[in-house]
């Protein structure tokens, strides 16, 4: 099933260039689309073959339990999930990552993922019942169950990537 997005224009350009002047180039309510780089959110997102649609969001739109982009004041880009919002701040968590965690204001968010391309084309909405089963179970495991399933995906993306 492929999903209409109202993206009214089309631009291509290059993700640095993308990302350093998102918030400037892209209007809240407009989406794009951006490759997935690192294994933090790993198994849901794959490092390298997935691609997220990514809707700016005004600083007003509920966010909690979303996966959401934002920008560190090391002027990173991070794609992690909001597990809480106190007041202005905002607490994300990597799906990968079992320890850490990362706060931003609220002003800091720059946008949702709104679906994820596979690298065989197909597109998943993030709000269909199916995504949210896999977030739920994903979410639910025992660290330890978590841990172990990491460690092997990590090595299989590493090792997969040196054979190409």
């Not at 390298?48 to 007003?60: H, N, S």
């Not at 084309?121 to 977030?135: A, D, L, M, Y």
Request: aromatic residues 6%.
């Amino acid at each position: 099933m492929r999903l209409r997005h109202d993206c009214r224009t089309k631009q291509y350009m290059k993700q640095e260039r993308l990302l350093n002047n998102i918030e400037n180039l892209v209007d809240v309510g407009d989406c794009f689309v951006l490759r997935v780089l690192g294994y933090s959110m790993l198994p849901l997102l794959g490092h390298g073959g997935d691609k997220i649609v990514v809707r700016r969001i005004g600083p007003t739109q509920d966010i909690m339990h979303r996966i959401a982009m934002f920008r560190t004041p090391q002027n990173k880009i991070i794609v992690h999930r909001v597990i809480a919002v106190q007041g202005d701040e905002v607490v994300l968590q990597g799906d990968g990552n079992l320890y850490e965690v990362e706060r931003c204001s609220r002003a800091e968010i720059v946008g949702v993922v709104e679906s994820v391309r596979r690298r065989g084309g197909r597109e998943i909405s993030c709000t269909t019942k199916k995504w949210q089963r896999r977030e739920r179970l994903w979410l639910s495991q025992p660290l330890f169950v978590r841990r172990c399933v990491l460690a092997i995906l990590r090595r299989w993306f590493v090792l997969k990537n040196k054979i190409r």
